[in-house]
């Protein structure tokens, strides 16, 4: 195995175990700054010796084994744990059950949530010691400084340390304090690894949002949650044809599945029949307007439309906004969606991949095929990953294929 198909395994097990790890590793001591620490040099360590011995049938344990061991080195406190700056052999590292890790991990999202923590750092928090962002990535989606971030997050995990914050999952009673922030960050873990990664931390987020679920079976939330993913989710198989991306009206629904949509719709039933709309049970609602296209033949633009615009008032993102201007285009016309896509205001507008994409498919539709390829150029110029930006370029060429 080359070097290079060794870090990029390395890289697929740090994004979908970080937060495993650094559970395990700070749920005693509550110093989450000394587990990253210590994981880190399990990365190096990884780096250095996969290549030559192979990696390991059980990566996340090894890298436990040689974290305990790096963090025991430096703190000598644990007597319990053996003090070796050796890397452990592939068939020593200790099998761990996913379960028993399970509710370590969700304690630290619980933790991240905590009344003691600022609110406004809460979600960026879960974002870095359960994803293992780096400071500079979260700063630029909240739009400050990394410096900025990186010493608020600083701030945070000090804080979790000095009072003394127990790793320990709430009552039931303290999950509506808590639950949004957790909800909003496993949802972010699914979106950063659904399209390009592994599928690893995908399938995770998936997981801990159906653990989440039955904690709280009537939090609406939770449950829209996991259905949301799960329609999401349902279409795996078919979001990319030759690695390049598929729109989802554009999807072989022959090759979603079936049987999670009927889940995922059960548990959106379950959610609504409480009665407390929420934000993700609107975005599981959206996911169902296209899933029913599997069964009509078509997609219900005005209802996507209608959902989207009760979405903005509950949750108004720029994400959602564009969505909005889109479906309009599709239901009413290009011209509506481009009206509405200019309504959007704030300076992030300029730099969101996914408004530029929907202003050249409107002016494209239009005729104004050269205005229409100007946006794509700036839609390609955006866009962070490799499927999305196939798919743009493709839409490019064939318009320029028209004008010439």
């Avoid at 639950?179 to 990664?197: F, I, N, R």
Wanted: hydrophobic share 45%; glycine share 4%; net charge negative.
């Amino acid at each position: 195995m080359t070097d290079a198909s060794v870090q990029a395994r390395a890289e697929d097990v740090a994004r979908a175990a970080y937060g495993k790890l650094v559970a395990m590793l700070a749920s005693r001591s509550g110093d989450i700054m000394a587990a990253e620490d210590a994981l880190s040099d399990a990365f190096v360590a990884a780096l250095r010796t996969w290549p030559e011995r192979g990696i390991p049938q059980k990566p996340e344990a090894w890298l436990l084994t040689v974290a305990k061991n790096r963090r025991t080195d430096q703190a000598r406190k644990d007597a319990r744990l053996v003090v070796t700056a050796e890397v452990p052999e592939m068939a020593d590292a200790p099998l761990l059950d996913r379960e028993d890790l399970v509710d370590e991990r969700l304690k630290l999202l619980f933790v991240c949530a905590h009344p003691a923590i600022d609110p406004n750092i809460r979600t960026p928090l879960m974002l870095q010691t359960v994803l293992g962002l780096e400071a500079e990535q979260i700063a630029r989606a909240f739009l400050v400084s990394p410096s900025a971030m990186a010493q608020r997050l600083v701030r945070a995990k000090k804080k979790i340390k000095s009072a003394a914050i127990p790793f320990v999952l709430p009552d039931a009673e303290a999950y509506p304090d808590r639950m949004d922030a957790v909800l909003g960050a496993v949802y972010g873990a699914y979106a950063v690894d659904w399209l390009e990664g592994s599928g690893d931390l995908s399938h995770e987020a998936f997981f801990l949002s159906t653990v989440l679920a039955d904690l709280a079976p009537t939090n609406p939330e939770a449950l829209g949650l996991t259905a949301l993913i799960g329609f999401i989710e349902a279409r795996r198989q078919a979001r990319l044809r030759h690695g390049v991306l598929v729109p989802v009206p554009e999807q072989d629904t022959d090759s979603w599945d079936h049987a999670l949509i009927e889940h995922s719709a059960a548990l959106l039933d379950r959610a609504s029949a409480f009665g407390q709309i929420g934000r993700f049970q609107l975005e599981a609602a959206i996911q169902s307007v296209h899933a029913a296209r599997s069964v009509t033949g078509r997609t219900d633009w005005r209802a996507l439309s209608q959902l989207y615009a009760g979405l903005l008032k509950m949750h108004p993102t720029i994400g959602a906004a564009v969505s909005r201007s889109a479906v309009v285009a599709e239901d009413v016309g290009p011209a509506e969606g481009l009206k509405l896509l200019d309504l959007i205001e704030g300076p992030e507008i300029e730099q969101f991949q996914p408004a530029h994409a929907v202003r050249a498919h409107c002016l494209a539709q239009l005729g104004q095929l050269a205005d229409a390829s100007m946006a794509y150029s700036k839609a390609i110029s955006l866009c962070t990953d490799l499927p999305s930006r196939r798919w743009l370029e493709a839409k490019q060429s064939d318009l320029k294929r028209k004008m010439s």
